[in-house]
């Protein structure tokens, strides 16, 4: 796990590309959780403010890698490509963290290790396939 975050780590440091990729993913992160916590001090249920807030955390992220991470024109074909890889990652980061619950009552242990793998996978799969 240290050797994949050091690794992590160094690619971000020589590659500007993969910087503004890490940057975009913490900004869709933020206004995930800002407009989740927003709805949720305005009294909108759990479910509506958690979805609300996923939503727009993943159209600023789609929106940022298209204009800034890779330099392309937004379109339906680019993010349909793009919704793949967000349930391809979403499916490999629930079996991680419900293996890592079974085999040692540990979800978040499944949680941290899928969030360096699943980066790496979403800016190759971004810069190689949605967005190329």
Not at 2 to 8: A, D, E, P, T
Not at 12 to 37: K, T, W
Not at 46 to 69: C, E, K, M, P, Q
Not at 77 to 95: D, E, K, M, Q, S
């Amino acid at each position: 796990m240290r050797h994949m975050l050091s690794s992590l780590i160094a690619l971000a440091v020589r590659s500007r590309q993969f910087l503004l990729f890490l940057v975009g993913g913490v900004l869709a992160a933020s206004i995930d959780i800002g407009v989740l916590q927003l709805l949720l001090y305005n009294n909108v249920h759990l479910t509506a403010a958690t979805t609300i807030g996923f939503l727009s955390g993943l159209f600023v992220n789609y929106t940022w890698h298209s204009r800034v991470t890779f330099d392309t024109a937004a379109s339906p074909t680019r993010f349909g490509r793009y919704l793949c890889v967000v349930v391809i990652n979403y499916a490999f980061t629930l079996g991680l963290v419900t293996l890592a619950q079974a085999l040692a009552d540990m979800p978040l242990a499944g949680k941290l290790l899928a969030l360096p793998i699943t980066a790496i996978n979403s800016y190759l799969l971004g810069k190689y396939w949605i967005f190329k």
